[in-house]
């Protein structure tokens, strides 16, 4: 079982990306810990801590269902895709392991999945 997101623009050819679900939550977590809190303190997460103690572009994200849930709206894309560029800008410049890796190439994808989204004014959907 997996998600996947995709501009709801009813374009098939359109750019998608899926993960697993646990692979969904990691790269989740290391966008949180890239913003400087723990995920896993967040309502909604285990935690107790409020978002609106916290302040990042990436909320929209973050704190989605990973099933369901309501689509993020184009407005919500841009300022997503704009942190999700510089945080992915960030990462190709650490020494990392194999995880990060994959979470920059994560980040370059759902980049590329925001893009039309952004572009044709759509929202991004979670299936």
Same mark, same amino acid.
Not at 18 to 25: D, K, M, N
Not at 51 to 59: D, K, N, P
């Given at each position: 079982?997996? #998600? ?5 623009? *009813? +374009?098939?050819? @359109? =750019? !998608?990306?899926?993960? &697993? ?40 994200? #973050? ?5 369901? *849930? +309501?689509?993020? @709206? =184009? !407005?919500?894309?841009? &300022? ?48």
């Amino acid at each position: 079982m997996g #998600l996947v997101l995709f501009p709801g623009d *009813g +374009d098939n050819s @359109s =750019p !998608d990306v899926s993960w &697993s679900y646990s692979s969904f939550a990691a790269f989740r977590q290391r966008l949180a810990e890239t913003e400087g809190f723990v995920l896993s303190e967040m309502r909604g997460f285990g935690g107790e801590r409020p978002w609106s103690e916290v302040s990042t572009a990436l909320e929209p994200l #973050l704190d989605h269902p990973d099933a369901g *849930g +309501d689509d993020l @709206s =184009p !407005d919500e894309c841009v &300022s997503i895709l704009v942190r999700l560029e510089t945080i992915a800008d960030q990462w190709a410049r650490e020494d990392g392991d194999q995880l990060l890796r994959q979470h920059i190439e994560d980040a370059n994808r759902l980049a590329g999945v925001l893009r039309p989204c952004v572009e044709k004014g759509v929202p991004l959907i979670f299936l």
